[in-house]
């Protein structure tokens, strides 16, 4: 025998089996891992479709966690947590002027309704549902309004209404509209100076006639109060008589000489016979 011949090594038959059979569940196992065992994340929810069975299950929703699904039938997965999307736009006003519209929603599929959403319009309905009935919504509520008027307070209206009528439409395809925003509203230049200056210059009247009616009020306040002090006045002068008079001038000359402060009091001196007091020491 040459010395350079390597010696030749027999696998028995039995153990060839054995690799071939462990090989083959190897390559069974990475295929179906992927399409048998399945594990549904948080925030997301499964429909199967079963192949041989009668297609989709409606109503048998599969939540978050580990399944085992046949190779033959597909668990398709949604995520039902609520999502951002955003729209901008061309729309017209009332009087037909041209703004710029851009709007953030949040939105999610109905999660007991996924069935029904996949069977009829697909995992694409952001594209198919929501973005058309959004766009439709937005030109229909703005149109009824002129420029100043989206410019002002009725912002928030019409979120609400485009919010409304958007949400209404989506519900009928099973997904659920969570709020609407109006993120921006552009109007031309011209247009939004001129806003701006009616606003400004409503806003200086409303100032000035508000000065106004506080002069006004305070005119007629002093009006009140000079007439009371007329009214008091002639009530007073009224109810004074000369023994009246006398009588306070005896009390107020009692009083006065009784103060430690030297004096002398002429009694009689005065006109209708009041007392004098002539000065202190």
């Not at 806003?203 to 009006?223: G, N, S, T």
Request: hydrophobic share 40%; proline share 4%.
């Amino acid at each position: 025998m040459s010395t350079n011949q390597r010696p030749q090594v027999n696998i028995p038959g039995n153990m060839m089996k054995y690799v071939f059979i462990a090989f083959a569940c190897v390559f069974i196992f990475a295929i179906l891992s992927n399409t048998t065992f399945i594990t549904i994340q948080p925030g997301k929810k499964g429909v199967m479709f079963k192949r041989f069975a009668g297609g989709i299950n409606k109503d048998r929703i599969y939540d978050q966690g580990f399944h085992v699904v046949a190779p033959w039938n597909d668990l398709i997965i949604y995520d039902v947590r609520v999502n951002e999307g955003s729209e901008e736009m061309e729309v017209l006003s009332k009087n037909g002027l041209s703004i710029q519209v851009e709007l953030s929603y949040r939105y999610f599929p109905d999660p007991a309704k996924i069935g029904y959403l996949h069977d009829e319009v697909g995992s694409d309905y952001l594209i198919r549902i929501i973005e058309p009935d959004i766009r439709s919504a937005t030109r229909e509520v703005i149109g009824k309004y002129l420029p100043e008027e989206l410019y002002s307070t009725m912002r928030e209206t019409i979120q609400d209404e485009i919010f409304t009528r958007t949400s209404a439409a989506v519900a009928e395809k099973y997904i659920m509209l969570d709020a609407v925003l109006i993120k921006s509203l552009e109007l031309p230049t011209k247009l939004k100076d001129a806003i701006e200056f009616k606003l400004e210059t409503e806003q200086e009247a409303f100032q000035y006639e508000f000065r106004l009616d506080k002069e006004r009020k305070e005119a007629e306040r002093k009006i009140i109060e000079a007439e009371a002090k007329a009214e008091s006045n002639r009530i007073l002068s009224a109810s004074l008589t000369d023994k009246i008079l006398t009588e306070k001038g005896i009390e107020a000359t009692l009083q006065l000489a009784q103060s430690p402060n030297s004096k002398v009091v002429i009694v009689g001196g005065g006109d209708g016979g009041m007392p004098i007091i002539l000065g202190d020491k």
